[in-house]
């Protein structure tokens, strides 16, 4: 525990092996395997999932035609076989989110569990302390294409829409058997948020701290925290960015310590921005300015406009300048 300790306060860079977090390079201990294995799989699917996302360009102009035509039964038969294929891809999305949800929850069990204290479990267990970067990464990459295509909405109301009026006139169409009603009103609640995957992991995190009432719930904010101290230190300490091989890492890591610190500020009774919350946020905020624009606008509205408890009484006007 003594070596990733320093790392928070860090004033002996020189033993910087000891407690640097090597997101590129941890392996798996003995262990770790089991978990391991498991979440792999998950992640596996993610590079995947955010390729498809990416290129979802949704079905708007086949669905303008048959609403601006409504008598016309080619350009309604034409949209709804445009946006079948749309809403089985929005299916695998959410079901994806529902394995990413069971990754975290072994992970959270994994780097939780006693003996060790939180920090201890990041320091010994870091190929799964890599893993739950990498969900973190995947979560805040997804919500951020989600947030900028609207098609994603437009598309799935639409399907909505024309199985309603369908069911209405006794029709029975062959998607209803892919996507059923009780389907269709959980990914309408998942769509609906404007970050779903952050949704989803705040969730499974808040279950996991009320379903393990013998764990204190500082063991699991307490992994947060440490965490988020940790990339941190790593973005501003040059010892450490240097020791970085591909520069994609440094946007990892910045990724991760946003992703964090909006996971501790929806579990932690008073958040991230208290006074008394473990999370330097002044730190972590500057760190964000101190890279180029391009890179950190979207983290720093994720902070903006998806955390809990920014606008709170106890939020020092001095962060929410900094976020102004």
Same mark, same amino acid.
């Given at each position: ?160 829409? #024309? ?42 995190? #808040? ?99 998806? #955390? ?17």
């Amino acid at each position: 525990m003594g070596n990733l300790l320093k790392v928070l306060t860090y004033n002996e860079l020189d033993q910087g092996p000891n407690f640097f977090l090597d997101f590129e390079n941890a392996q798996p201990t003995e262990a770790e395997t089991a978990v391991w294995n498991q979440v792999n799989a998950v992640l596996e699917e993610a590079q995947a999932v955010l390729a498809e996302l990416q290129s979802y360009t949704g079905a708007g102009q086949e669905i303008r035609e048959a609403i601006q035509n409504p008598g016309d039964l080619q350009l309604q038969e034409k949209a709804w076989h445009a946006v079948c294929p749309l809403v089985a891809k929005l299916k695998r999305f959410y079901e994806f989110s529902l394995r990413l949800e069971n990754a975290l929850r072994s992970l959270l069990e994994a780097l939780t569990s006693p003996p060790y204290a939180p920090t201890q479990h990041l320091e010994r267990e870091q190929a799964l302390a890599k893993q739950f970067a990498e969900i973190l990464h995947f979560t805040l990459s997804f919500d951020e294409l989600k947030m900028t295509n609207p098609a994603i909405q437009n598309d799935f109301s639409y399907y909505r829409r #024309t199985i309603s009026r369908n069911r209405i006139n006794n029709l029975q169409l062959d998607a209803e058997s892919e996507v059923n009603n009780e389907m269709a009103n959980r990914m309408s609640l998942f769509y609906a948020e404007a970050t779903p995957m952050l949704k989803t992991l705040s969730n499974a995190t #808040t279950k996991f701290v009320s379903e393990n009432k013998t764990l204190p719930i500082e063991d699991t904010t307490d992994c947060l925290s440490t965490m988020a101290c940790v990339c941190r230190v790593m973005l501003e300490t040059p010892e450490y960015r240097s020791r970085f091989t591909n520069t994609e890492t440094l946007l990892f890591c910045m990724r991760v310590m946003v992703g964090v610190i909006i996971l501790y500020d929806h579990v932690h009774p008073v958040g991230a921005f208290a006074k008394t919350s473990k999370i330097d946020m002044k730190g972590c905020i500057k760190v964000l300015k101190d890279q180029p624009s391009n890179s950190t606008e979207g983290l720093l509205n994720a902070l903006r406009y998806t #955390t809990r408890h920014l606008n709170d009484d106890t939020t020092s006007k001095q962060i929410r300048a900094l976020l102004q």
